[in-house]
């Protein structure tokens, strides 16, 4: 049975919770974004002010074993000026037993890097290149039966679980979903979890209409699962970035040396096909920004998206495009953001990544919802200082993404369940 923070009673309790704190180091191991850490502050914060204490436990990047440049101890420092109160280390999170068990009310104990344990993932490690499939079913089969005491000695730390891991939501992994089962009535989200999971449901499940989808980008294949899901939802579908090109080009446009994927091409047209016969109003780019090279100072011109020249290529949305989607912004109620609409790291072609931030920035002041979500488009609103100008900013990436895609998210669906 799924508990609610807001209503749970931390005194005395000790609380096992799942962050996200992957944050970035420098080559000093310096923190270059704390977002992460900060976003998990209410949670951790919330345990501690009632009396309880906090088992903090996390993944930091991708170590295949262990090896001290994941070591979470570079953290210990920010985490602790955070939350306010010393934070403890154990140096195994599978040897933290007699640290947990000394906790007292208000303290917090960080465990280190998770995916140290092949566990953690449940994958096997150290394979060889030429592994036959029997050995592969066999070590997998191997890594799943000790998974099942990695969680279980991780869920003997603690009297409740939580998890504030969106990040990771959509890992089924040791500390994201199968603890939860050890906690049948004391598993709950954190504030961060239950944020996105509303802002999720405020698009998907009860967005307000007209309902909007911005879906922009370098490729249809990694989105097209999300349009695929979207073009059944939603009243308008904008697409924009170098995906565009490869509609476009279905549609026996000329794109120059534009991106696109020719093998796409019959998914583009059944995606439009699908729009048509639900009545979903798809807006493509009519004109575009293009370039000669991909550089900032390549001389750019703007052409007609059916017919740019051979030797260009398609790099930001026109002002006739953004002009459009202004129009169709504005008239909506609900507004999902995925992927910039051209190339916004070279500072000549972001433009229009620009323009559709401070467009969902309008709309926002106008009483529309706005989702910001899933990896460029966060890191487009963010850099350019829209973030707090809009309802959301989604903080996980690929799970933001799968959630569009209309999956259910094996870190959701363990409390859920
Ligand atoms: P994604 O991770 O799929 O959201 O794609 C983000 C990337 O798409 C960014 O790195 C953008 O530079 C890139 N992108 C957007 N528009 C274009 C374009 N017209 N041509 C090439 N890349 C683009």
Known sequence: MQQFIDKYDFTGKKAIVRVDFNVPLNENFEITDDTRIRRAMPTLKKVLAEGGSVIIMSHLGRPKKVDPKFSLKHIVGRVSECLGVPVQFADDCMKAKPQADALKPGEALLLENLRYYAEEEGKPR???????????????????????????????????????????????????????????????????????????????????????????????????????????????????????????????????????????????????????????NVSLSVATVCGQAFDNDTPRQIFDIYNIPDEWEGMDASPASLENWRKIILASKTILWNGPVGVFELPNFAKGTLQIAEDLAEATKNGAYTLVGGGDSVAAVTQMGYADKVSYVSTGGGAMLEAIEGKILPGIAAIQD
Not at 188 to 208: P, Q, S, T
Not at 234 to 243: A, E, Q, R, S, T
């Open 126 to 280: 150290g394979l060889a290149e030429d592994a036959t499939d029997e050995e592969k079913k066999a070590a997998k089969k191997v890594v799943k039966e000790s998974q099942k005491e990695f969680v279980k000695t991780l869920a003997s730390y603690a009297d409740c679980y939580i998890n504030d891991a969106f990040g990771t939501a959509h890992r089924a992994h040791g500390s994201t979903a199968l603890i939860a089962e050890y906690f049948p009535n004391d598993k709950m989200f954190g504030y961060l979890m239950e944020g996105e999971i509303k802002a999720i449901d405020n698009v998907l499940k009860n967005a307000e209409r007209p309902l909007t989808a911005i879906i922009g980008g370098s490729k249809v294949s990694s989105k097209l699962a999300v349009l695929k899901n979207l073009v059944g939802k939603v009243d308008n579908l904008i697409i924009g970035g170098g995906m565009g090109y490869t509609f476009i080009k279905a549609l026996g446009g000329h794109i120059g040396q534009s991106l696109h994927e020719d093998d796409l091409m019959p998914d583009a047209l059944e995606i439009l096909n699908t729009a048509k016969e639900k009545g979903v």
